[in-house]
């Protein structure tokens, strides 16, 4: 029975993966900050372990009781939506320590065991506006984009052990807290600056009108499941009505 161990299982895109690879007999490995007990079924092929990926020892504690595993899913993240000029330079590096560097520092954890067995697959979670650029989302952007070429350049490096890298690249999903988590974040800072009101509710007005083609979490679990378990399938897996659109302009 093969092993999965996804990051960012609270909610959202990890949750939905979650109980993907629960539902088709995997062992999961579900992390989160503060594990809760009542978010998934009850299984013997779950465990829950709590991880913050920009806590080294906390990850070492995380992968020495997952054990053996299969397949890494890199998925936990932090959405935020502002200005460049509204966002403290402290607020760029704790988004970069999560989404960037904590995807970088969960996969280096990981690879001893993949490359001495010769095989394995990580699973990179990144994010359609690396696809199309948008306003006020600039420092987010930026991060998972830093993990796309990231991702890129591991396929490279792995590919002589066997261990197979993919990227996942969700579109927008207003059914996830992600979006609301991050607009909570920006009210908590100050808000947007006031030069940028105009744009702010021209941005907010376009999402408002957006009632198709979005990405539901299901979508996300299912590209997730492809890359982990199918070896012909492409690097790039767009997940969501809207990210497939935008991939293939």
């Known amino acids: 029975m093969k092993s999965v161990l996804i990051t960012g299982c609270s909610s959202g895109f990890g949750l939905e993966t979650a109980r993907c690879f629960l539902d088709r007999d995997w062992k999961v490995v579900a992390t989160m900050r503060a594990p809760r007990e009542d978010i998934l079924p009850r299984s013997d092929r779950l465990r829950l372990i709590a991880l913050d990926v920009t806590d080294p020892q906390s990850i070492d504690r995380a992968v020495e009781a997952?054990?053996?595993?299969?397949?890494?899913?890199n998925n936990a993240g932090i959405g935020w939506l502002n200005a460049l000029e509204g966002t403290p330079l402290d607020t760029v590096r704790k988004i970069f320590e999560t989404n960037?560097?904590?995807?970088?520092?969960?996969?280096?954890?990981?690879?001893?065991q993949f490359r001495q067995r010769k095989s394995g697959v990580v699973v990179n979670v990144t994010s359609s506006v690396t696809l199309k650029p948008l306003p006020?989302?600039?420092?987010?952007?930026s991060s998972k984009a830093a993990v796309n070429a990231f991702t890129e350049v591991l396929a490279l490096e792995l590919e002589q052990f066997d261990v197979r890298v993919r990227l996942v690249v969700p579109g927008r999903?207003?059914?996830?807290?992600?979006?609301?988590?991050?607009?909570s974040r920006v009210a908590g800072n100050g808000g947007f600056p006031e030069a940028y009101d105009a744009l702010v509710k021209n941005v907010f007005a376009g999402w408002a009108q957006q009632t198709s083609g979005i990405t539901r979490p299901l979508d996300v679990a299912e590209a997730i499941w492809r890359a982990a378990t199918d070896p012909s399938c492409p690097f790039h897996l767009p997940a969501g009505t809207d990210a497939v659109a935008l991939a293939h302009q």
Do not use: R
């Not at 997952?66 to 899913?73: F, K, W, Y």
């Not at 995807?103 to 990981?110: K, P």
């Open 173 to 183: 999903a207003p059914e996830t807290s992600f979006g609301k988590s991050a607009q």
């Open 136 to 141: 006020l989302l600039s420092v987010y952007t």
């Open 66 to 73: 997952a054990g053996t595993i299969d397949v890494l899913v």
């Open 100 to 112: 960037t560097f904590g995807t970088m520092a969960m996969t280096q954890a990981v690879l001893p």
